[in-house]
């Protein structure tokens, strides 16, 4: 018999983060959250995120074990301001029982329909700055940080509810020797001139803070266009600068100005804490912290997190700069691994960004649909 009950006390907080570290316990490519950072992302007073969404989190119950969960949410920006009449759900995970699973799912077609939402999709998070998708292909490497881990099982699950594809990302990583100066280095001197553009280089964290809100704008600008996109606000800008910035070098964040000190492109790398991740298990204290600074100062893998240009200035190269600026900084650091988070596999112009570095899909994921009509 399979149960169903809304997260309402601390511990069912708990009980809802800590599930997945017993369903993928021994897991080899899973890397577990810092525990204490997904409880702040589901409480009120300290995510911004819910002045402008709801989330319902639920879990599921058999034989008085807890056998899965899920995150119902709805983004009020998205089904007000775009007229898109979505209910979002993420944070899912479960065991191999279509019980389990359909059981999940229901409670948040429910909530979809009590709000007069046309359809489902899921998983994704409150916005496009979180995780995204569960894997179809490629479930023999480690995750980065920055997505979900599922088992291979989990697809049948939702065929089995009767969701379809909706959208399709990949994940590519390419090895450092791969990138060739020559490629971008003429065209970057060409285009600095031409539009009088220069990159900002960073050391410290202090330095990076004053342009972090114009990142943000710019990045708003720059992803505008693509599907599903909610912009990121005020509130959500020093809640994410607080969260992210100290976990990226500095030296690992690149920003291009014009001549009057406009942002007009950006790009975050970071380093690859997965690893790191696994050794602590989901905890910062006692010893967490030495693994984590271990790894921002020492991986020799690097994730490229965000890229961004000015809708005025793409096409026209400033990709160059960036790659030019980060040539050196690797170069220096001894990088050997580039690996790019999920992206979107209908976005041509970052594919085009990446081509001549010979980057190879190591993993591929999806997001699923329902009507609700």
Request: aromatic letters at 16%.
């Amino acid at each position: 018999m399979i149960s169903i009950k809304e997260v309402k006390t601390k511990s069912d907080l708990k009980a809802f983060v800590k599930f997945p570290f017993q369903l993928y316990k021994g897991s080899k490519y899973w890397v577990p959250p810092i525990i204490s950072e997904e409880l702040k992302t589901f409480n009120k007073t300290e995510n911004p995120v819910f002045n402008d969404a709801d989330a319902t989190l639920f879990l599921a119950y058999k034989n008085g074990e807890v056998v899965g969960r899920v995150a119902a949410i709805i983004n009020w920006l998205e089904v007000k301001n775009q007229s898109l009449k979505k209910m979002r759900f993420g944070w899912f995970d479960f065991i191999d029982d279509l019980e389990v699973s359909k059981a999940l799912l229901n409670k948040v077609e429910t909530i979809g329909k009590q709000h007069h939402l046309e359809y489902v999709e899921g998983p994704v998070g409150f916005s496009n700055l979180d995780k995204v998708g569960v894997i179809t292909e490629g479930f023999d490497a480690i995750a980065p940080m920055v997505t979900w881990y599922n088992h291979p099982y989990y697809v049948k699950h939702y065929e089995a509810a009767n969701y379809v594809f909706e959208k399709s990302y990949s994940e590519s990583k390419f090895p450092f020797a791969n990138v060739k100066p020559e490629f971008f280095f003429k065209a970057q001197e060409l285009i600095k001139k031409r539009y009088q553009l220069k990159a900002l280089k960073f050391t410290k964290t202090s330095q990076v803070m004053p342009y972090v809100d114009k990142m943000f704008d710019l990045f708003n600008e720059s992803y505008a266009s693509l599907s599903s996109f909610v912009a990121i606000t005020e509130l959500q800008k020093a809640y994410f600068k607080k969260k992210f910035i100290s976990f990226i070098n500095p030296e690992y964040i690149k920003f291009i100005v014009d001549k009057d000190d406009h942002l007009i492109g950006f790009a975050i790398v970071m380093p690859a804490f997965s690893k790191a991740l696994q050794k602590i298990n989901g905890k910062l204290f006692p010893f967490g912290f030495r693994h984590i600074l271990h790894a921002k100062k020492h991986s020799k893998e690097v994730i490229f997190y965000l890229i961004g240009i000015h809708p005025d200035y793409q096409n026209k190269g400033v990709h160059a700069l960036i790659f030019n600026e980060y040539y050196h900084t690797f170069k220096e650091k001894g990088i050997e691994t580039c690996i790019r988070t999920p992206e979107l596999e209908d976005n041509y112009a970052i594919h085009q960004i990446w081509k001549h570095f010979d980057p190879i899909v190591f993993r591929r994921r999806k997001t699923f649909r329902k009507s609700l009509k």
